[in-house]
C-alpha cells in the first residue's frame, strides 16, 4: 500500500532506527539528518516518514506530507542559519536518484551555481 515502509529501503531504516543517522529535526511526519556524503558546508536530507518513492508520488499520494517535508526545508535552512540554500529533488536514476525514498536536499554555506550540473 503507499506509504508503507519497505523492507529493502535506507531510509525506511533510517526512520526505523534500524540504520543511525545524525538527526538535525524530527516531526511527527518527517525526519531530517545530515547526508553521510555532504555536497556542501550544510548538506541535509529532509524524508517523510512515510515511504513514496520520489517526489511527484509523494505530492499526488499524500499532499498534507509533501507539504510538510517542504515546510521542514525551511526550518532546516533556519537552524543551520542560512540566508541562502537550494532545495533538489532528484528523480530518477538519469537525474542522480539512488535512493528511492522521496527526500529534500537542502544546500548551503558555500556559493552555489547555477544552473546545476
Ligand atoms: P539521491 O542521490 O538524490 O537519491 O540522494 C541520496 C543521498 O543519500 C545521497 O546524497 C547520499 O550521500 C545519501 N545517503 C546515502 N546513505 C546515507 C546514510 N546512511 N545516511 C545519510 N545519507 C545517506
Ligand atoms: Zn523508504
Given at each position: 500500500m503507499a506509504g508503507e515502509a519497505q523492507d529493502d529501503c535506507l531510509f525506511c531504516k533510517i526512520v526505523a532506527g534500524q540504520i543511525p543517522a545524525t538527526v538535525v529535526r524530527e516531526t511527527a511526519t518527517t525526519v531530517a539528518f545530515r547526508d553521510i556524503?555532504?555536497?556542501?558546508p550544510v548538506h541535509v536530507l529532509v524524508i517523510p516518514k512515510a515511504h513514496y518513492p520520489d517526489a511527484a508520488s509523494l505530492a499526488e499520494g499524500a499532499p498534507g506530507l509533501a507539504a510538510d517535508v517542504l515546510r521542514e526545508t525551511r526550518a532546516v535552512a533556519d537552524e543551520e542559519k542560512l540566508e541562502s540554500y537550494r532545495t533538489v529533488f532528484n528523480t530518477g536514476a538519469g537525474a542522480g536518484?539512488?535512493?528511492?525514498h522521496a527526500h529534500a536536499h537542502v544546500l548551503g554555506g558555500r556559493g552555489l551555481q547555477w544552473p546545476p550540473g
Open positions: 556524503n555532504p555536497k556542501a536518484q539512488t535512493v528511492f
